[in-house]
């Protein structure tokens, strides 16, 4: 069972659909509090913050796919998920 520090430890939002990338995925790292985890508000702020990562990391993915618009929602859906199932784990070890 993975062990976590007891004030903070960190999401690696990894680009989930990196089947086309030559070079490795980009990827952001987001620093959990974990009272966060059990703050609804504090929780609802840090989902938010995981979505726009996504964004941000599959923004830079996908710059020079002919099917931007498809891959881009694929990979924001594919990373937000990824990361969302990471920080319920965090929640569950909790």
Same mark, same amino acid.
């Given at each position: 069972?993975?062990?976590?520090?007891?004030?903070?430890?960190?999401?690696?939002?990894?680009?989930?659909?990196?089947? /086309?990338?030559?070079?490795?995925?980009?990827? +952001?790292? +987001?620093?959990?509090?974990?009272?966060?985890?059990?703050?609804?508000?504090?929780?609802?702020?840090?989902?938010?913050?995981?979505? @726009?990562?996504?964004?941000?990391?599959?923004?830079?993915?996908? +710059?020079?796919?002919?099917?931007?618009?498809?891959?881009? /929602?694929?990979?924001?859906?594919?990373?937000?998920?990824?990361?969302?199932?990471?920080?319920?784990?965090?929640? &569950? &070890? @909790?």
């Amino acid at each position: 069972m993975p062990r976590f520090s007891p004030t903070a430890t960190a999401l690696t939002l990894l680009c989930a659909p990196a089947s /086309h990338a030559l070079a490795p995925p980009p990827s +952001i790292e +987001i620093t959990v509090d974990h009272r966060e985890l059990a703050d609804p508000d504090r929780l609802s702020a840090l989902q938010s913050q995981i979505r @726009n990562a996504a964004r941000r990391v599959c923004r830079e993915y996908v +710059i020079g796919d002919l099917l931007r618009t498809y891959t881009l /929602h694929d990979c924001i859906e594919a990373t937000t998920a990824q990361a969302m199932n990471q920080l319920e784990a965090l929640r &569950a &070890a @909790n």
